[in-house]
Nanobody
């Protein structure tokens, strides 16, 4: 499956942004979908994930209550709604697809998008 993330940009602290990740190539509903992020000088970290039909979700503590993951299998797209953004949310955001159990571990995702940059300014 090929993944194309979009929607990144520059936003002020406290603002909102919605990322999208469009999938093509294979049946989208086969895949659990996750969002990971990598801040400058830091390792890639888990943000959130959703199961194949959106029934189950996982969130990192750092984004819980502010970020919402959703998916539209008819559109082969997963979304990340980010609210109350702060400076620590500045990162390249990657979407990922995996067929194993829903996980917070990057090793459980087989396919990765190219990333979209989110910059939060003060």
């Amino acid at each position: 499956v090929q993944l194309q993330a979009s929607g990144g940009g520059l936003v002020q602290a406290g603002g909102s942004l919605r990322l999208s990740c469009a999938a093509s190539g294979r049946t989208f509903s086969r895949f659990n979908m996750g969002w990971f992020r990598q801040a400058p000088g830091k390792e890639r970290e888990f943000a959130t994930a959703t199961s194949r039909f959106g029934i189950s979700t996982k969130y990192a503590d750092s984004v819980k209550g502010r970020f919402t993951i959703s998916r539209d299998n008819a559109k082969n797209t997963v979304y990340l709604q980010m609210n109350s953004l702060n400076l620590e949310d500045t990162a390249v955001y990657y979407c990922a697809a995996g067929t194993e159990a829903l996980s917070t571990s990057a090793t459980m995702y087989n396919y990765w998008g190219q990333g979209t940059l989110v910059t939060v300014s003060s």
